[in-house]
Every structure is written in C-alpha cells, then in structure tokens.
C-alpha cells in the first residue's frame, strides 16, 4: 500500500506531470485538435458540394436535409474516432463496451430512440415535407424542420412547437398542401321560408368570377341539417392555390354574411321560448 501511494506520489508529481503533458500529451493533443479540424473542414465542403449537387438533382428540401444530417454524422463520428485513437483512447474496447451495455442504455433512453427511429420512418415514408401546411394532435402550423427527435412546426401565431416523431407517428396527421388543391367549405344557416334557389345563386355568385376558385370541380351548395327554426347549407368551393386556405375562409365567410344581408335573406339564430306557467292551488 505504501509502495502504491509512493508511486501515485511520483506520478502526480509537478515535474513528472509537466514533462507528461509537454512530452506526450499536447503533441497529441495537438494532432487530434488538428485531425478533428480537418474532418470537420472535410465535412463544411462535403455539404457544400452536396447541396449543389442534390440542387441539381432537384430533390425536395426535405430528402436534402436528411442526407446532409446522415453525412455529417458519418463523418464527424469518423473524426471523433480517429481523434481518440491518436490520443490513445482504445476506441474498439468503447465500443465493445458500449455493445454490451446498449440493451441498458436501449431500456433507460426507449424514448429517445424511439423518436430517431420515427424519425427515419417519416423521411422514409414522407407523409409530409418540410414547408407543408399539416394538422398534428389538434396543432396546426408550416412544417419548418424535420430532425432526427421531433417534428417543428410553425404555428399560424408564431409559436414554434417541437412535436416528438413518435407522436406523429402514432397518431392521424392532417396535410392540406400533399396535393394541389383544397376544398373550402363554410356553412350558413337560412330561414325555414326562404327560397333555396335564390340562396343558392347568391352564394354561387360570391365564387363563380373569382379567379382563386376552380371552376372545375365547380362550386356547389348542399343542404346539410333541417333543423326546427332554421336550414344549414354548406357553400363547397376548390382553391387553386391550397396554401391561401385560411384567409379566402374568413374573406369569404363575410361576403357571404354581407350578400345575404343586402339581398334580405334572414339568417335566424336559435331561440328559445319562455311561459310563465301559474302554480295550481292544493
């Protein structure tokens, strides 16, 4: 035991820990500094050369984002690795290690992993890219980035919401720009005595000359609920350009209360009717 701290003694020496360090240490300090720089330079114009490349090819911004993350990671591992060895790290004795407590680690960080393999799976299956306009989990917003975790989204406040990818995964996800146009329905509700007809030409009338709705499919209104005190109809109408949905809804939502107001048509609300009932003698 003596013999043990003497030499701890001797090792953690002043002189014997300047000589290590200037002897050994910083010139291999200094090659793994200078090993690990030039991954990483490798890397910085590996992904310039990448993006023009995948520019050219015309992927989407998505499939580009996801190669270029797969790069980086391959390359700066690399860099870490071949760092580490030059210091003298047995890195293949980690990696034995880190094999044999992966079932440990897979079972303490289940979530984490789970969202990287979701996150594979959305870039591979592409239910949505990034720039779309999605609904997940009652969240609707622009899909700014896609990572390796989560999912962000934009929302329409501002709001940036980091969605886990195991969660998108599982559960109903709402495109409305996945294809190239949208159907804007807006009901309205009429007076039981008012003329069908008349309300249909004057809603049809809001959409039919302008040049943001399709004429094919063309617009159409449908009775969709006979209630007691009044009749909902629903105006159905295509955008040409699907990502606009939102303010042609609120736009077309007051012409269609200001034309049915110009033209007379009453618009009843739900009433309720009170009597005064008189108590009955005993």
């Given at each position: 035991m003596?013999?043990?701290?003497?030499?701890?003694?001797?090792?953690?020496s002043?002189?014997?820990?300047?000589?290590y360090?200037?002897?050994?240490?910083?010139?291999?300090?200094?090659?793994a500094?200078i090993i690990?720089?030039a991954?990483y330079l490798f890397?910085?114009?590996?992904?310039?050369g990448?993006?023009?490349?995948?520019?050219?090819?015309r992927?989407?911004?998505?499939a580009q984002?996801?190669?270029?993350?797969v790069v980086?990671?391959i390359?700066?591992t690399?860099?870490v690795?071949?760092?580490?060895n030059q210091l003298?790290?047995q890195?293949?004795?980690?990696?034995?290690s880190?094999?044999v407590a992966?079932?440990?680690?897979?079972?303490?960080a289940?979530?984490?992993?789970?969202n990287i393999?979701?996150?594979?799976?959305?870039f591979?299956?592409?239910p949505?890219?990034?720039?779309?306009?999605?609904?997940?989990?009652?969240?609707?917003g622009?899909?700014?980035?896609?990572?390796m975790r989560s999912?962000?989204?934009?929302?329409?406040d501002?709001?940036?919401l980091?969605?886990?990818?195991?969660?998108v995964v599982?559960?109903?996800?709402?495109?409305?720009?996945n294809?190239p146009?949208l159907?804007i329905?807006v009901?309205v509700?009429?007076?039981?005595?008012?003329?069908?007809?008349?309300?249909r030409r004057?809603?049809?009338?809001?959409?039919?000359?302008d040049?943001r709705f399709?004429?094919e499919p063309?617009?159409e209104?449908?009775?969709k609920?006979?209630?007691d005190?009044n009749?909902?109809?629903?105006?159905r109408?295509?955008?040409e350009?699907?990502?606009?949905?939102?303010?042609?809804?609120?736009?077309l939502?007051e012409k269609?209360?200001n034309?049915?107001?110009?033209?007379?048509?009453?618009?009843?609300?739900?009433t309720?009717?009170?009597?005064?009932?008189e108590p009955?003698a005993?």
């Amino acid at each position: 035991m003596k013999q043990a701290i003497i030499r701890l003694g001797q090792f953690f020496s002043p002189e014997h820990m300047v000589q290590y360090f200037t002897g050994k240490l910083l010139p291999n300090l200094v090659v793994a500094a200078i090993i690990f720089a030039a991954f990483y330079l490798f890397w910085r114009i590996a992904n310039r050369g990448l993006g023009a490349f995948m520019k050219r090819s015309r992927l989407d911004l998505t499939a580009q984002r996801f190669i270029q993350t797969v790069v980086k990671y391959i390359v700066l591992t690399i860099g870490v690795v071949t760092s580490l060895n030059q210091l003298g790290v047995q890195t293949a004795s980690i990696l034995t290690s880190l094999g044999v407590a992966g079932l440990t680690i897979g079972f303490a960080a289940k979530d984490a992993l789970s969202n990287i393999i979701s996150g594979i799976f959305i870039f591979w299956d592409r239910p949505f890219v990034i720039g779309d306009l999605v609904e997940v989990s009652g969240q609707y917003g622009k899909v700014e980035e896609i990572t390796m975790r989560s999912t962000r989204v934009v929302t329409n406040d501002g709001k940036m919401l980091a969605i886990p990818n195991s969660e998108v995964v599982n559960t109903t996800v709402a495109s409305y720009t996945n294809f190239p146009h949208l159907r804007i329905d807006v009901t309205v509700t009429v007076g039981l005595s008012e003329n069908l007809s008349s309300v249909r030409r004057i809603l049809v009338g809001l959409v039919e000359k302008d040049e943001r709705f399709m004429t094919e499919p063309a617009p159409e209104i449908v009775v969709k609920t006979l209630n007691d005190y009044n009749v909902e109809v629903e105006l159905r109408a295509w955008l040409e350009d699907e990502r606009k949905h939102i303010p042609v809804r609120f736009e077309l939502r007051e012409k269609i209360f200001n034309a049915l107001n110009i033209e007379g048509v009453e618009m009843p609300f739900e009433t309720l009717q009170v009597s005064m009932l008189e108590p009955r003698a005993s």
